[in-house]
């Protein structure tokens, strides 16, 4: 079902007519288009500007394309799908980002050091395209979506800047750039359905977005800016691209949501009890039985929406995986409250309870910032504390970074540089021994492996993730009958337990 279709729209934002060979760059200084008054010239110039140098396709107009992304697993699939259009307007991917036509950047900017190491990847295509003026340059992404047009300003050569709800709309943009324009597009809109063909890296695990955006409002967090509201995908077009895949022989697939267990509140119906008619535990019931798909995960969940419904569906149904990202952020509640999180160190504690209650084993992990501003040495300690109680599998930990447009970003008590690093580094070796004290429950366990490939460091062994998503190295057999296939699940005597990883030998 299409929700909206943004064609139109995505290319209100901002668009500048040059010459496509050569760079126009105060072109687009011209325009402001958040002016209504200005829109009328705005189009009219557009639509002139195609007329007039619309090109006739040729082979120079399609070529190869590189794409590099940065940041978090929504992109990974955004880059997926913007992948699969590429392959479908003509271009084949390249084999090194330097000899590619078009080479896209999708970008994160959740931390300064992401965005940074955008600029540096871009330079170094800028000087190329100084020499070759056809290259494409296209950024993508939440720092597209932040900068917009002062992205431009900064760096004049990009043909096309594009936020993450433009993802669907990329053949309409670059239509665009071919016709010789400079192309923003960040405006919100509502996305139009998921229509794309990712070209999926995988051919065993599949990303499927089911919402898109987060209506929460988290003090240190960019993402409500970058991505917008909340935007659910109805249920029956989940449903039909998770069986398209089965029908390509995929096995797994992830749900992927910035705030997965807000999916359905934007969407119409209610039950007699009065609760929302399709909320993430209602699509996993709708989406069990699809043949073929043996496994089912979702990410990542708020610790505010986590319920008890949730946790007993996952529980019923066999496909779903006993893996939990559940980001608790901090260990105090004074910090939470801070954060605008939503919830207390209780409530949390309360929900991995109620999971290991039914399911024992499960691995949970979770997301921690320290030194949050105005974190005091104690309070951060009940984040260390918090770790060490719940024995997490695995947290990932960021030192605080203040982005734009957040309020956490210009409270006057930020932490010290060095006081970060020294925090970041203490956590990293508590969650590093507590992740590989965690581990030791796998010993000579036989576990369940989903095979997704050989490891590329290593051929004489495949590698593949156990239902609670930890990898595992499993050396192949010398010598014998055995046969597999990727996509196989198989038995695996776990013989040795890492930090981050397993391995194990076959069991017949
Ligand atoms: Fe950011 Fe909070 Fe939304 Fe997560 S829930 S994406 S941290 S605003």
Not at 261 to 268: C, K, M, N
Not at 352 to 378: H, K, Q, Y
Not at 455 to 463: A, E, G, L, V, Y
Request: net charge positive; with cysteine.
């Amino acid at each position: 079902m299409v929700k909206a279709v943004a064609c139109g729209a995505a290319i209100r934002g901002f668009e500048s007519p040059r010459s496509p060979s050569k760079i126009r760059t105060q072109d687009y200084l011209t325009f402001n288009f958040e002016l209504t008054s200005l829109n009328k010239t705005f189009c009219n110039v557009l639509t002139k500007t195609i007329q007039e140098e619309k090109k006739t396709p040729t082979d120079s107009s399609i070529g190869s394309y590189w794409i590099t992304t940065f940041g978090c697993q929504m992109n990974k699939a955004d880059s997926e799908r913007m992948a699969g259009t590429l392959e479908k307007m003509g271009y084949s991917k390249a084999i090194d980002e330097f000899k590619a036509d078009l080479v896209l950047y999708n970008t994160c900017t959740i931390r300064d050091s992401a965005q940074q190491k955008v600029y540096s990847f871009l330079g170094k295509q800028i000087k190329r395209k100084h020499s070759l003026p056809n290259l494409k340059l296209v950024v993508a992404g939440c720092l597209a979506q932040q900068e917009g047009e002062s992205l431009l300003r900064r760096v004049p050569e990009l043909d096309l800047i594009m936020g993450p709800q433009h993802v669907n709309n990329l053949e309409n943009l670059l239509e665009r750039v071919d016709s010789g324009n400079q192309v923003v597009a960040t405006e919100e809109t509502f996305i139009s359905e998921d229509i794309t063909n990712a070209r999926r890296d995988s051919s065993i695990c599949g990303w499927v977005n089911i919402i898109y955006g987060c209506n929460e409002r988290c003090s240190y967090c960019v993402v409500p800016s970058v991505r917008g509201k909340e935007q659910s995908r109805y249920p029956d077009a989940i449903r039909s691209e998770i069986q398209t895949l089965a029908n390509n022989n995929y096995k797994e697939i992830t749900l992927l949501g910035q705030n997965i267990d807000a999916y359905g509140r934007d969407l119409p119906g209610s039950t007699k009890e009065g609760r929302k008619k399709n909320t993430l535990t209602d699509l996993l019931y709708f989406i069990h039985d699809i043949d073929g798909i043996r496994r089912i995960r979702f990410s990542t969940s708020h610790p505010k929406y986590f319920s008890k419904r949730l946790i007993k569906a996952c529980y019923e149904l066999d496909k779903v995986c006993e893996h939990f990202h559940i980001p608790f952020q901090s260990g105090n509640d004074e910090i939470l409250r801070l954060m605008a999180r939503g919830y207390t160190i209780d409530k949390y504690k309360k929900i991995i309870e109620n999971i290991r209650i039914l399911m024992p084993n499960a691995s949970i992990t979770a997301d921690a910032i320290v030194a949050f501003p105005g974190e005091t040495e104690n309070q951060y300690k009940d984040t260390l504390k918090l770790i060490s109680d719940i024995g997490f599998d695995q947290v990932m930990t960021a030192a605080y970074s203040p982005r734009p447009n957040t309020p956490a970003a210009i409270w006057n008590n930020q932490i010290a540089e060095s006081v970060k690093k020294e925090r970041l580094k203490e956590i990293n070796e508590l969650v590093e021994n507590t992740s590989r004290k965690r581990n030791q429950r796998y010993l000579n366990n036989i576990e369940s492996v989903l095979i997704e490939g050989l490891n590329p460091k290593n051929t004489s062994q495949i590698m593949g993730r156990t239902r609670t998503n930890r990898l595992t190295f499993i050396e192949i057999p010398k010598n014998t009958e055995f046969k597999y296939e990727f996509g196989d699940e198989i038995n695996v005597k776990i013989n040795e337990a890492r930090s981050f990883s397993l391995s194990g030998q076959i069991c017949n």
